[in-house]
């Protein structure tokens, strides 16, 4: 069974930092991202990173405080969430791609998806 677990969020002030881990079981995907969603909102990609070779690539408001990682040895992924910002209060969800081609940014893009890990910064 092809599982992605998060875990590690949870409630911060702003300018705070938090580590978001992606634990996956059943296969290695070829790239893994972080999206988030915040109530009202459309899902947004956020992070992703090539399983081969370890390439990243960022959303815009992602660059500079946030920082994806990789852990081959466990098959998991992290987000490291620096200097946060109320803005950033949202469900964060983990997902794995079968295939590394095509753009980081798009839903359609990852077929299997985690249960997502609430973050929410206070102001």
């Known amino acids: 069974q092809v599982q992605l677990v998060e875990s590690g969020g949870g409630l911060v002030q702003a300018g705070g930092s938090l580590r978001l881990s992606c634990a996956a079981s059943g296969r290695t995907f070829s790239r893994y991202a972080w999206f988030r969603q915040a109530p009202g909102k459309e899902r947004e990609f956020v992070a992703a990173?090539?399983?081969?070779?370890?390439?990243?690539s960022y959303a815009d408001s992602a660059k500079g405080r946030f920082t994806i990682s990789r852990d081959n040895a466990k098959n998991t992924v992290f987000l490291q969430l620096e200097s946060l910002k109320p803005e950033d209060t949202a469900v964060y969800y983990c997902?794995?791609?079968?295939?590394?081609?095509?753009?980081?940014?798009?839903?359609?893009?990852?077929?299997?998806w985690g249960q997502g890990t609430q973050v929410t910064v206070s102001s």
């Open positions: 997902a794995g791609a079968t295939f590394s081609a095509g753009s980081d940014y798009y839903t359609r893009n990852y077929a299997y």
């Open positions: 990173i090539r399983w081969s070779g370890g390439s990243t």
